[in-house]
């Protein structure tokens, strides 16, 4: 990871201001994604406290106050690919996700990684979905449970929806910010999470179900439909 305080010749606390003139300074000696480091990172306030965080770890001696700050150092292509660069989740596998599965999951991925990249306010929208998503599929759901009412939209309409207000933009972004320069998340956890959603919400929606089913609770013709259904099923199984 480059130093890129040592780039600009500044201390770890350097201002806004300071940085700015210094990247103006010394902007002819350094490579292109030093300046957009510089620039991303570093002139963020979120994301340069992230970036600080990882340097402390890194070079924890650059932080004590009383050394001297050794001038920048020689660019090397070693250093132009060390650069501060965010840890995310493909967006366009988060969208495919989100298209296919369900829009919470590719709402709920785009916001981790907004919040990442120090863009709170999309990361916030992105939630938006989220929450909004789930209070529609548990408000449609009661509607059809005790009223009958199927209400016609279906989830990859609301996903569509998403993708091309909001989900499309981190595509857009990345592609002309950061192009391949970002560090990929692994996919592990998040494959996990997905399955347990999903076996949640099944066993939740299916035992609601019954309950509302044995205790006569549901519209009568959603109990009909019930009820047929549980006598063809059993028929189908005692036939030879």
Known sequence: MINLYQRLNLPP???????EAALAQYRSELSEAEIRGVQEWLLVNEVRYRYDARLRQE???FFIP???QPAPAATSDRGRRGYYTPKLYNPTVAAVLGILLSPIIGAWLHAINWRELGNEDAARQNMYVVYGTIVFGILSTLLYFFAAIEIPIMGWSIALGWFFSIGKNQIDFLRREAGNDYMRKKWGKVVMWIIFGILAYLFVYYFALYLLYTSGSLHPKVM???TQGVEEAVRATTQP
Do not use: D, N
Request: hydrophobic letters at 40%.
């Open 224 to 226: 009909a439909l019930i």
């Open 13 to 19: 606390t350097a201002s806004r201001a300071e940085i």
């Open 59 to 61: 070079q924890p001696s």
């Open 66 to 68: 009383s050394q001297k």
